[in-house]
């Protein structure tokens, strides 16, 4: 549900874009006219906003979200989030011309909820994923992104133009859904065990198994309960087992400096994926298209969101099999391909091939998904060590978030100063700079349990290491009985 309100949020706010500049009168009426082709050309900062306002809030609540989950839990995150998601979505459906803030607003705080959630989500995951399926627990999130971006291009067809705010305070409903079925979720055994609540962690670790709950301690858990059989999470109650201090600015900051290096990773997989602007692009698809001379915007972002779900489900069906480095090398190059189409396609920008713009953007979201669409945060949640898993995702997560809204803001701008064609060339040249970074820093994750990967993380080892990753597998196989 979190993937799922994630993905309506991000794909419901491209097509209803030119609706709301022109209902809020954002840098309208144009010089060129009001139809959807004049919009499109125009810019503005409160039109950038109106788009970028989402990462400003998702930066602080990913920031704020990753320390919650660690010290309040996994759900409470969760529910924090669903309940300024609903808050959120109303704002923006009752944005008026005279009250334009409110749709600003609105949208600073699903940003907030997004960041919140995204965060708190991944961490759980991670924790309750058996090692062989931990790519799919987490790419499964992403799946539920593409479903979301397909509900947005359907709800905004059938709602049209006109009835945009209908279109927007469907995020609530799907927020109120999310909390319900929150109220039957169990908490993640990892995070009860690091807070000392061994026999509830215990309990929640045959429960989410579908064992029968037992009242052992949760370091015993570890080697009873089915879950904990094949499951990371269980080695990291092993490994917690004592419980943790209580959380404190102070200590959270020396947790955070006892595991910098597994950090910088995170981080740094955070800003190669923000260098992508790949966020951006997928806001701004439907005026990408309206520049590009498509007559039927609408239609071609449907096709957009159905290659987003083709995208993921590869990711999804490869991640573990083929490997996180594998996905993110094949994609980031695809991405580059597809950037230099789109140079070649406005290199008249008067009189742009709209078929290869089309095809070339198709690309890119392929590509994308393919790639750091879905892996971005499981990569991150599987680098970091349980001790700072929360905050540790909160810090990359708000870090992507704050460089996609410098994106998100200034794409526009960039078109207009430098050239749509430029543009994309200079992203391109971004995106080939992500592919050498990833070839250099990016271990591969798959298949390894999450202590394993804070001993790989916590020593500078080099990036592959299959035969690692392989005898691993065979180790997990045996031990799940399979």
């Given at each position: 549900m979190t993937g799922l309100l994630l993905g309506y949020d991000l794909c419901i706010a491209g097509t209803?874009?030119?609706?709301?500049?022109?209902?809020?009168?954002l840098c309208f009426p144009c010089a060129?006219?009001?139809?959807?082709?004049?919009?499109?050309?125009?810019?503005c900062m409160e039109k950038q906003l109106a788009i970028s306002a989402v990462s400003v809030g998702a930066m602080f609540g990913a920031l704020t979200g990753g320390h919650a989950a660690d010290v309040f839990g996994r759900r409470a995150?969760?529910?924090?989030?669903?309940?300024?998601?609903?808050a959120g979505g109303l704002a923006m459906a009752m944005a008026m011309p005279h009250s334009a803030w409110l749709f600003f607003s609105g949208r600073a705080v699903v940003g907030l909820a997004l960041g919140i959630g995204g965060s708190a989500s991944s961490a759980y995951l991670a924790e309750i994923a058996p090692t062989a399926w931990r790519g799919r627990f987490l790419l499964a999130n992403e799946l539920a992104v593409c479903l979301g971006c397909l509900a947005a291009y359907f709800v905004a067809w059938l709602a049209g133009d006109a009835?945009?705010?209908?279109?927007i305070g469907v995020t609530a409903l799907i927020a109120v859904l999310q909390m319900l079925g929150l109220l039957v979720m169990h908490e993640s055994p990892t995070w009860l065990a690091s807070q000392g609540q061994a026999e509830r962690a215990s309990h929640a670790a045959g429960m989410i198994a579908g064992a029968a709950a037992t009242s052992a301690p949760a370091h015993i858990v570890t080697a009873s309960s089915s879950i904990c059989s094949s499951s990371d999470s269980c080695e990291a109650i092993a490994d917690e087992a004592t419980p943790l201090p209580s959380r404190t600015a102070v200590t959270t900051w020396q947790a955070l400096g006892a595991h910098r290096r597994p950090l910088l990773l995170a981080v740094?997989?955070?800003?190669?994926?923000?260098?992508?602007?790949?966020?951006?692009?997928?806001?701004?698809?439907?005026?990408?298209?309206?520049?590009?001379?498509?007559?039927?915007p609408l239609l071609v972002s449907a096709a957009v969101g159905l290659t987003k779900t083709f995208g993921v489900a590869i990711a999804w069906a490869l991640a573990d099999r083929a490997g996180r480095r594998m996905l993110l090398l094949t994609g980031t190059a695809m991405m580059v391909m597809a950037l230099v189409a789109m140079v070649v396609a406005f290199l008249d920008a008067t009189?742009?091939?709209?078929g290869l713009a089309v095809a070339a953007l198709l690309t890119f979201i392929l590509g994308w998904d393919v790639s750091w669409a879905g892996l971005m945060l499981t990569l991150i949640a599987e680098v970091l060590p349980q001790r700072v898993r929360g905050v540790g995702t909160g810090l990359a997560y708000a870090t992507f978030w704050a460089l996609s809204f410098v994106t998100g803001q200034f794409l526009e701008s960039a078109f207009a100063a430098l050239g749509i064609a430029q543009t994309f060339?200079?992203?391109?040249?971004?995106?080939?700079?992500v592919w050498l970074w990833t070839w250099?820093?990016?271990p591969e994750t798959a298949n390894r349990s999450l202590e394993q990967i804070a001993r790989t993380c916590g020593r500078a080892e080099t990036p592959a290491a299959p035969a690692a990753a392989a005898t691993t597998a065979t180790t997990d196989t045996v031990a799940d009985g399979k």
């Open positions: 209803i874009l030119t609706p709301v500049q022109r209902t809020l009168h060129n006219g009001t139809s959807d082709a004049a919009l499109a050309t125009c810019t995150a969760l529910f924090a989030s669903d309940i300024l998601f609903a009835r945009w705010r209908w279109s740094g997989v955070a800003i190669a994926h923000a260098a992508t602007a790949a966020n951006t692009v997928l806001y701004y698809s439907r005026e990408v298209l309206q520049l590009a001379g498509v007559s039927q009189r742009p091939t709209s060339g200079l992203v391109a040249l971004l995106c080939l700079a250099c820093y990016v």
